[in-house]
């Protein structure tokens, strides 16, 4: 028998727009053809047959804007996330503090400061654990922490200031310290501080996360961080030892507004990092922080009259970075959500000469229609996270979110469709571990505008988008966003495909988030299935 090509053969393989056949013919890990089966078959009489009656097959999915292996020191200890009450956020943290022995660090993530049902601060920490005990809670948005007393003894905080990108530890009405770390200066100060997990630990992690990944049909993701130095080649190579990856990595370390020209220049120097199925390419940057901070830089201040600046204290500074960059030839993604953060960088963008480096705008949660002109007229590609929206935003506006913009300006968020209309390249993300890093729940909830497990009002329902486009938004938006090409399913580009158990372009939004997944591929190699279905091998 013929080994170097096999056939994987479904019910239906497609693209975004159309039906392209039944069959994908897979050639030293490419793919050869893809068409009728009765034609391939005719063709490659011999070659192996992988079977999967019913299915569907698209290109593998990209998650366009993902943290697993920052997000896995993030991700720690007691899972915060979905608790809405104050007595909730306490009755768990006493629940995590009973199975870790006493006096060691708690960990925990995924905290909404709504939550706390009141100012931002380590009170109810201290009210379930203790002030002596040292607590380190990432808030949802994973832009800023909360540390109790101990915690801040322990990393050697004892007065509130302010950091570089205008964040800082936070003081109260009386000048203490509330334990809120804000913004990622502020946590960098002290990261070095707050016990680590050991190298081993974090791979065998790492390596759980990826599998899971994979299982739900991803295989690849862009990495907006290399948080953690030198750790993360150091990490991705004790996998690469154990074997191939089950995802492909683009990781784009960060440029900070308090580097210099010489320290950008060193920055780019050291991408090109790789190993098998992880490369170091691109560079990330922020304008501004998020909303529910009050450090998105807004048009107008928020109702607590914040968002008046972007992190650069001098934006030129960041717009001088970009044409550098630019110059040199390297792609950028740069974290911009306030409306007036957003139309910097699209102004900034589109002053570029063009030269073919694709650049790209991340989350965008606040535009308006002359920045979408700006970016559609520019070819400037975005990548957003729809379950941003519908799993943080509430129909009854008591998120923080909402009550920090206030009402018109909480109504026009999350401008999903109005990009689409617009022709710009959308790229679809998790942001994980912000949001869950499953694609199928993306594809209910950005047709839904609201949780699919829930029968909520949606948020912005003319923002929806349909299923093909969202399929394009995970597959080859996924690439053209970054400058890349492939995840279309053509001859030639690599064989990396997802067989879905149904078809997602004709299933309900209220069923598509439960489509199981049968199988993902890299260069036409199975690295995920789940066991009951394996399909068959003829």
């Not at 660090?105 to 706390?116: D, M, S, Y």
Request: glycine share 10%; charged share 20%; net charge negative.
């Amino acid at each position: 028998m013929t080994t170097d090509i096999t056939l994987f053969r479904a019910r239906a393989v497609r693209s975004a727009a159309e039906v392209l056949g039944n069959t994908v013919a897979v050639e030293r890990g490419r793919i050869a053809a893809v068409g009728a089966w009765d034609e391939l078959r005719a063709a490659h009489p011999d070659a192996e047959v992988r079977e999967f009656p019913d299915a569907t097959i698209t290109a593998g999915l990209i998650d366009g804007h993902a943290h697993p292996i920052w997000g896995l020191s993030m991700a720690r200890g007691v899972d915060l996330s979905g608790i809405e009450t104050r007595a909730g956020v306490i009755q768990a943290l006493r629940q995590g503090a009973s199975e870790h022995p006493e006096g060691e660090w708690l960990f925990g993530w995924g905290l909404a400061p709504n939550a706390l049902e009141g100012p931002v601060d380590n009170t109810a920490i201290h009210e379930a654990v203790g002030a002596d005990r040292p607590v380190y809670l990432m808030l949802f948005d994973a832009h800023s922490a909360l540390l109790s007393a101990a915690a801040l003894r322990e990393v050697g905080v004892t007065a509130p200031h302010r950091t570089v990108d205008g964040g800082g530890f936070t003081a109260n009405a009386n000048g203490e310290l509330t334990g809120h770390a804000l913004e990622f200066a502020a946590m960098q100060e002290i990261a070095d501080r707050v016990p680590q997990e050991p190298l081993a630990t974090r791979a065998d992690r790492l390596h759980e996360l990826f599998h899971d990944m994979a299982a739900t049909g991803l295989t690849a993701l862009v990495v907006a961080d290399a948080q953690g130095g030198d750790a993360v080649p150091e990490v991705l190579d004790e996998l690469e030892r154990r074997g191939d990856l089950p995802l492909r990595l683009r990781i784009s370390p960060w440029c900070t507004p308090d580097l210099t020209e010489q320290q950008v220049r060193e920055l780019v120097a050291g991408l090109g990092k790789r190993g098998r199925r992880w490369r170091f390419e691109g560079v990330k940057l922020f304008i501004d922080g998020t909303i529910d901070n009050g450090t998105a830089w807004l048009h107008e201040p928020d109702t607590e009259g914040e968002g008046r600046a972007g992190f650069w204290h001098d934006p030129n500074t960041y717009a001088a970075r970009i044409r550098l960059l630019h110059s040199l030839g390297v792609p950028t993604l740069t974290h911009a959500i306030g409306d007036r953060g957003v139309r910097f960088v699209a102004d900034t963008l589109a002053a570029l000469p063009k030269t073919g480096v694709q650049h790209r705008i991340e989350h965008l949660e606040l535009a308006d229609d002359e920045t979408i002109a700006t970016l559609a007229a520019n070819d400037i590609a975005v990548c957003v996270q729809p379950t941003h929206c519908t799993l943080f935003v509430h129909p009854e506006q008591q998120d923080s979110w909402s009550q920090r913009l206030g009402e018109p300006r909480n109504q026009h968020g999350f401008r999903t469709g109005d990009f689409a209309a617009a022709g710009i390249v959308q790229a679809l993300a998790s942001d994980w571990p912000v949001a869950p890093y499953d694609p199928r729940i993306t594809f209910a909830d950005a047709q839904l505008r609201h949780p699919h497990d829930h029968d909520t009002p949606p948020i912005g329902p003319a923002q929806a988008l349909t299923p093909e486009q969202i399929l394009a938004g995970y597959t080859s938006a996924g690439g053209a966003s970054i400058g890349e090409t492939g995840s279309s399913l053509q001859p030639g580009e690599p064989a990396d495909f997802t067989i879905w158990a149904a078809d997602p372009i004709t299933a309900s939004p209220h069923d598509v988030a439960d489509i199981p997944i049968l199988a993902t591929t890299l260069d036409g190699v199975v690295v995920a299935q789940p066991a009951a279905s394996k399909g068959t091998t003829a």
